[in-house]
C-alpha cells in the first residue's frame, strides 16, 4: 500500500486561503486516484474532491466547488488542495486517500479508499 502524509494545514482567518500537500512513497502513485476528505469534531469524514491518475479528471462535492481546487503532480508523487476564502465551518482535519482500480469519481463513498493518510487539521477562525 501506499503511505500518505499531509502538510500544510492551520489556523487562518475567514477568507485567507491555505494549500494542503500530500505526499505519497513509492514509485507507483500514479496507479492511484487520489482524493481528500475531512473530518469536523463530532462529525463524520465527508467526500471533499477526488482527482483521476493524470489529473484530466476532477471532482469535487457540490457545495465546495466554487473554492476548493484539486491537482496533483506525478513527478513529485504529491496531490494537492488548494482552499480559498476559507470559512469557519472549513474547519475539519483534512485526509487524503488513494485508492487502485476504481474511478476517480467513486472516491465519493469514503469504503473505495484503500489507503489514508494521518491528517492534518485546519482551523478557521471568525
Known amino acids: 500500500q501506499v503511505q500518505l502524509v499531509e502538510s500544510g494545514g492551520g489556523l487562518v482567518q475567514a477568507g485567507d486561503s491555505l494549500r494542503l500537500s500530500c505526499a505519497a512513497s513509492?514509485?507507483?502513485?500514479?496507479?492511484?486516484?487520489m482524493g481528500w476528505f475531512r473530518q469536523a469534531p463530532g462529525k463524520e469524514r465527508e467526500y471533499v474532491s477526488s482527482?483521476?491518475?493524470?489529473?484530466?479528471?476532477?471532482y469535487y462535492a457540490e457545495l465546495l466547488k466554487d473554492r476548493f481546487t484539486i491537482s496533483r503532480d506525478n513527478v513529485k508523487n504529491t496531490v494537492y488542495l488548494q482552499m480559498n476564502n476559507l470559512k469557519p465551518e472549513d474547519t475539519a482535519v483534512y485526509y487524503c486517500?488513494?485508492?487502485?482500480?476504481?474511478?476517480?469519481?467513486?472516491?465519493?463513498?469514503?469504503?473505495?479508499?484503500?489507503?489514508w493518510g494521518k491528517g492534518t487539521l485546519v482551523t478557521v477562525s471568525s
Open positions: 486517500g488513494a485508492s487502485t482500480g476504481r474511478l476517480a469519481i467513486s472516491l465519493r463513498s469514503i469504503h473505495n479508499i484503500d489507503s
Open positions: 513509492g514509485r507507483t502513485f500514479s496507479r492511484y486516484v
Open positions: 482527482i483521476s491518475n493524470s489529473g484530466g479528471a476532477t
